[in-house]
């Protein structure tokens, strides 16, 4: 028998194992003033391209109005308890209709936080007679979704279609002896490496089998499409989604989330979701905020317009300049470059310390030993400048890389 105590005190996990080198630098940094393409880290300013803030929402003047305003109207507290028994409000329910009308469904059903709520919504929609088949990419709230699933799951290699068809073939097969359905579930653009989900494709399939389409489209919602509903509007098939998850934590720069789907199904999910029933409602805040940031993303074209023309100033220089950036088609700009923990660790320091630039690096095990992911997110708030002198940046640390300046036993500067 062991201590829990002790057992922890050994095992750190694969990331707490570098919490004493890395807190407060490269895990939990501390970025501060207003939220923009610059901010301050350790008293300095960076140009940042780590936030998920796409359209530059997060600090808009009538947004942080908006949110000043229902704060002092309302305060936090409101309402007191779950939607189900005493948190219900017409404002939640005008937001849950504005949703609905902009994303082209029947009905839609706020969530509280966008991981718990995917989470629960998976355990709700199925049972052990059902089978879920999924992407092998999918974010940890779909993942952990999973471990709550008490039937079959069946993964295909990220965006795989013929190893899609093979499991649906599979599932078919298997829910023809257990009297159940089948569950698709993916993300419409991938965080990590930025390309979109084949969504169009697995909808074709609804020829073929006979399943339910989940989507995950976190990072396509206010970024993808025409009107900005994501990437089923993007790639012409939003009426095969059949339940279409969207969050407020990326562009609209808030917390919460939705999900919308038939009117059948919400009022399903309202009757059955553990975590929206045993819990307290959005507080009337955040539900205001939300429907002025749903109103500025609706009305307000340019800022995905200006997202875009970022997006692709810093897609095509980097492409330009030699940069391995993978098959992203949405604005996540992954960075591929080889090198060791050390190395990716000691050209960060560069970057930030020399350059003034701060973006997230990715290395194993998210990504494969020897690869080094630097993770860029433009936004509505970057400028062409910002473009530009972060390509030029790019080009001496990758130069550096490969020179081996970075190696482990060559420090590069000094943290004060
Ligand atoms: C694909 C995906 N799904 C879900 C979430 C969780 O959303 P939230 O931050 O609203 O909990 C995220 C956020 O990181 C995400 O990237």
């Known amino acids: 028998m062991v201590d829990i105590f002790e057992k922890i005190q050994k095992n750190r996990g694969p990331l707490g194992m570098h919490a004493k080198d890395a807190h407060g630098y490269f895990t939990f940094p501390k970025l501060e003033g207003d939220i923009s393409n610059k901010m301050v880290f350790r008293g300095k300013e960076k140009l940042v391209w780590s936030l998920n803030n796409y359209l530059g929402l997060a600090n808009h003047p009538e947004v942080r109005k908006v949110d000043a305003e229902a704060s002092a109207d309302y305060g936090l507290a409101l309402p007191m308890g779950a939607r189900m028994m005493s948190g219900n409000s017409n404002l939640h329910e005008q937001l849950e209709n504005e949703l609905s009308q902009f994303m082209q469904k029947e009905d839609t059903i706020l969530l509280n936080y966008g991981y718990q709520g995917m989470v629960s919504a998976i355990d709700c929609l199925v049972d052990r007679h059902d089978v879920i088949v999924y992407d092998s990419e999918s974010h940890a709230c779909i993942i952990d979704g999973l471990r709550l699933h008490m039937g079959k799951r069946f993964v295909y290699p990220h965006n795989d ?146 997202l875009w023309k970022i997006t692709n100033a810093l897609q095509r220089g980097l492409r330009d300049a030699g940069f391995e950036i993978g098959n992203t088609d949405s604005p996540v700009t992954p960075v591929f470059l080889n090198g060791t923990i050390p190395e990716a660790t000691n050209l960060i320091l560069d970057l930030r310390e020399n350059y003034d630039i701060f973006c997230s690096m990715v290395v194993y095990p998210v990504v494969p030993k020897g690869v080094i992911l630097l993770r860029l997110i433009p936004t509505a708030v970057h400028t062409i400048e910002d473009v530009n002198y972060t390509i030029s940046a790019f080009k001496d640390i990758h130069e550096n890389l490969k020179a081996g300046k970075y190696n482990a036993d060559k420090i590069v500067t000094q943290i004060n």
Do not use: W
């Open 161 to 306: 279609m013929s190893s899609l068809e093979k499991q649906l073939e599979r599932a078919t097969k298997l829910v023809a002896d257990t009297t159940g359905g089948i569950l698709v579930i993916t993300e419409g653009v991938f965080g990590m490496s930025g390309d979109q989900g084949k969504l169009k494709e697995i909808v074709a399939l609804k020829d073929k089998f006979n399943f339910r389409f989940f989507v995950d489209d976190a990072h396509g919602f206010g970024t993808m499409g025409k009107t900005g509903a994501g990437v089923g509007e993007h790639q012409g098939c939003q009426d095969g989604i059949d339940i279409y998850f969207g969050t407020f934590a990326k562009s609209m720069a808030l917390i919460g989330a939705f999900i919308s789907s038939d009117e059948q199904i919400v009022e399903y999910l309202r009757y059955n979701m553990r975590s929206q029933i045993f819990a307290k409602a959005l507080p009337m805040p955040l539900v205001v905020g939300a429907l002025k940031r749903l109103e500025l993303l609706r009305t307000k074209p340019e800022l995905k317009e200006n």
